[in-house]
């Protein structure tokens, strides 16, 4: 079966930096894709990846391997509008989206 | 302001009923989308839309079923609502259907059914 993992929860200090870890098992890879949704949001597109390696955007960066099946998402220089729900989700072979449940990401001061 | 417009934002409905979720947007994107949202779960895709006047089912199709008559609406309709539907459901699109995967999501329409 299909199937992503990430931690359900994840608590950091603002101004340090935290990686969310996704595994995935799907039928055929077409890249990796986090999402940041924030409390009673809609998600927001944050990085694609389909090559194995890292891609950095800004604070953010984002890191896949596909022959381990895993990503992480790396958040430096955390501020208190870090504190949202992470989705790693994954795009199989007939360009559907599998999604993780989410990692909900704590900032305390 | 160019995006997703999801309607009621929120709704409850007394079991059996009727309900229609309005999705709309003005992106000119082909692939539309309905996912369902429950604590604890990844988000689950009810029904997609590779392009206007195709529809095709997703994970959780049952009790669902949609239409796509034109390129910029795409109705959600529970014909008779359950209680294992309350959820929150967002509608989303993409400017090709799933070449490039970048979802732009509606703000959500939270539904309680009694």
């Known amino acids: 079966g299909q199937n992503i993992d990430q931690p359900t929860e994840m608590t950091a200090t603002e101004g340090a930096i935290v990686q969310i870890n996704c595994t995935y098992q799907?039928?055929?890879?077409?890249?990796l894709f986090w999402y940041q949704q924030h409390a009673g949001e809609a998600p927001t597109f944050l990085s694609y990846?389909?090559l194995d390696g890292l891609e950095e955007k800004g604070r953010f960066s984002s890191f896949l391997s596909r022959s381990k099946g895993y990503s992480y998402l790396l958040l430096k220089e955390l501020q208190m509008k870090d504190s949202a729900s992470y989705l790693c989700?994954?795009?199989?072979?007939?360009?559907?989206?599998?999604w993780g449940a989410g990692t909900k990401l704590i900032i305390k001061p | 302001i160019a995006g997703i417009t999801q309607a009621p934002t929120s709704q409850i409905l007394a079991a059996g009923r009727r309900m229609t979720l309005r999705c709309t947007q003005d992106?000119?994107?082909?692939?539309m989308y309905w996912y369902r949202q429950d604590l604890g779960l990844g988000l689950r895709l009810i029904h997609y839309?590779?392009?206007?006047?195709?529809?095709g089912k997703g994970e959780v199709p049952d009790g669902y079923s949609v239409s796509r008559a034109n390129t910029d609406d795409f109705p959600l309709t529970l014909a008779s609502a359950v209680p294992s539907q309350t959820s929150v459901y967002f509608c989303?699109?993409?400017?090709?259907?799933?070449?490039?995967?970048?979802?732009?999501f509606g703000e959500g329409s939270r539904l309680t059914v009694l």
């Open positions: 989303a699109s993409s400017d090709s259907a799933g070449l490039t995967g970048e979802l732009f």
């Open positions: 992106m000119r994107h082909n692939a």
């Open positions: 990846n389909v």
């Open positions: 989700a994954a795009m199989d072979s007939n360009y559907q989206l599998i």
């Open positions: 839309s590779n392009t206007a006047g195709t529809t």
């Open positions: 799907t039928s055929g890879f077409n890249g």
